[in-house]
């Protein structure tokens, strides 16, 4: 079971990334899928999910109106729509297969977790 997650990088403020979290097929089959980072110094916190229909999405408040998380499942790719970012977006983003078809948002809802994509928000 793997989630490679790519797409990271050096960017200015008030620009964009798209990430994507790519999984096998055994990965994706019926699971939410979610994005979380983690800054420098800071705890891992959670920034967006979406289940599995891609019916149900959720965004952290300080994302939302910013990041759109969409999935194509013929793909098994999940990304992470990323525009107007801000220093404070700076951290390495994780990708991860939830337990549950759901768009979960707490970490322990989550069975796997990709290696994480550092990107990297200058002033």
């Known amino acids: 079971v793997q989630l490679q997650a790519s797409g990271g990088g050096l960017v200015q403020a008030g620009g964009s990334l798209r990430l994507s979290c790519a999984a096998s097929?055994?990965?994706?089959?019926?699971?939410?899928v979610g994005w979380f980072r983690q800054a420098p110094g800071k705890e891992r916190e959670f920034v967006a999910s979406?289940?599995?229909?891609?019916?149900?999405?959720n965004y952290e408040n300080a994302v939302k109106g910013r990041f759109t998380i969409s999935r194509d499942n013929a793909k098994n790719t999940v990304y992470l729509q990323m525009n107007d970012l801000k220093p404070e977006d700076t951290a390495v983003y994780y990708c991860?297969?939830?337990?549950?078809?759901?768009?979960?948002?707490?970490?322990?809802?989550?069975?796997?977790w990709g290696q994480g994509t550092l990107v990297t928000v200058s002033s």
């Open positions: 991860a297969a939830a337990r549950s078809i759901q768009a979960e948002t707490a970490g322990n809802r989550y069975a796997y």
């Open positions: 097929r055994r990965t994706f089959s019926n699971n939410g």
């Open positions: 979406i289940s599995w229909s891609a019916g149900s999405r």
